[in-house]
C-alpha cells in the first residue's frame, strides 16, 4: 500500500538550514507528483512545494521562493525539501502529500521548529 514517511525535522535558528526528507513506497514514484504542506499552531494547512511527473517540474508558494527546494531521487524513491534562510514563520508540522486515483495520502509529518 501507499507509505509515506518524513524525517528530517528539528530546531534550527533564523537564518539556518534543515533538510526534510519524504521516503514514498506504494505506487508509480517517477510518474507521480508529490507535494510538501506545513501546518502551523492555529491555522489551516497550506501548500509550500510540489514536484511533478517525470520531468520532475516544479513550483513553490510565494513566501518559501528562493529559500526552499524540493527535488526527488528516483533510485530511492524519496523527495527532499532543502530549506534554507529559516524564518519562525516557517515553523510548522510539514507533511507529504500525494493525490493518485482519486485518493488522498498523507505522511505523519516531521516538526519543524525556527527559534533562536
Known amino acids: 500500500q501507499v507509505q509515506l514517511v518524513e524525517y528530517g525535522g528539528g530546531l534550527a535558528q533564523p537564518g539556518g538550514s534543515l533538510r526534510l526528507s519524504c521516503a514514498c513506497s506504494?505506487?508509480?514514484?517517477?510518474?507521480?507528483?508529490i507535494t510538501w504542506y506545513r501546518q502551523a499552531p492555529g491555522k489551516e494547512r497550506e501548500w509550500v512545494a510540489l514536484?511533478?511527473?517525470?520531468?520532475?517540474?516544479?513550483n513553490y508558494r510565494d513566501s518559501v521562493k528562493g529559500r526552499f527546494t524540493i527535488s526527488r531521487d528516483t533510485a530511492k524513491n524519496t523527495v527532499y525539501l532543502q530549506m534554507n534562510n529559516l524564518a519562525p514563520e516557517d515553523t510548522a508540522v510539514y507533511y507529504c502529500n500525494l493525490k493518485k486515483g482519486g485518493q488522498t495520502y498523507w505522511g505523519q509529518g516531521t516538526q519543524v521548529t525556527v527559534s533562536a
Open positions: 514536484i511533478v511527473g517525470t520531468g520532475g517540474t516544479t
Open positions: 506504494g505506487f508509480t514514484f517517477s510518474s507521480s507528483a
